[in-house]
């Protein structure tokens, strides 16, 4: 089965730039897309189709996707940024999530 | 504007089924451009996919291995819904249960719904 890898977490300063990656086999070849989740809440799309951000998601929020890693860049971080962050992949007709990583914002 | 909402037992005993059903206002279980899915996450297997179901000409399904043997997942069309039966749980099915559409990416997701297994 496809496996998507993660660093658990990342820190940055407010105001800063943060990336966070996501890695797998040939993942250049497929569509991916990050979901922000903060505690006790459901998943939120923030990027897809590797740089699309859906309605409401902020300009700061942007995605690439190259050779084996996804890339999704928060510029400009904002406290309210600080949350667990998912990429996610379509593998033949599953459907595949990394395991997250903890953006703290200090 | 598309909601889920999540309905269902918070406690279930080991070996039984496990049901959730997922009401959508906003957009149609039928739709040609959607599909509808579960999801669940627990701290030792993270966001897991389950499965979906989806209307193209006519109704198909797509299971994730892990859970294959025992899921199912099927639409309600008089009442624009979808359901999760999930059979023979055990303590490792404890997990925070969602409904999620599938359009542009996973779109919408459910409230979810925190699911025990225990006696």
């Known amino acids: 089965s496809y496996e998507l890898t993660q660093p658990p977490s990342v820190s940055v300063s407010p105001g800063q730039t943060a990336s966070i990656t996501c890695s797998g086999d040939k993942l250049g070849d497929k569509y991916a897309c990050w979901f922000q989740q903060k505690p006790g809440q459901s998943p939120v799309l923030v990027i897809c189709?590797?740089?699309k951000r859906p309605s409401g998601i902020p300009e700061r929020f942007s995605g690439s996707n190259s050779g084996n890693t996804a890339t999704l860049t928060i510029s400009g971080t904002q406290a309210m940024d600080e949350a667990d962050y998912y990429c996610q992949v379509w593998d033949s007709s599953t459907v595949v999530f990394g395991g997250g990583t903890k953006l703290t914002v200090l | 504007q598309v909601q889920l909402q999540q309905s269902g037992p918070g406690l279930v005993k080991p070996s039984q089924t496990l049901s959730l059903t997922c009401a959508i206002s906003g957009d149609s279980v039928s739709s040609n451009s959607a599909a509808w899915n579960w999801i669940r996450q627990s701290p030792s297997r993270g966001l897991e996919w389950l499965g979906r179901t989806y209307y193209r000409s006519k109704w198909d399904n797509d299971y994730a291995e892990s859970v294959k043997s025992r899921i199912s997942i099927n639409p309600d069309t008089s009442k624009n819904q979808f359901s999760l039966h999930l059979n023979y749980v055990t303590p490792e099915d404890t997990a925070v249960y969602y409904c999620a559409r599938e359009s542009s990416g996973l779109d919408y997701w459910g409230q979810g719904t925190l699911v025990t297994v225990s006696s």
């Open positions: 189709q590797d740089g």
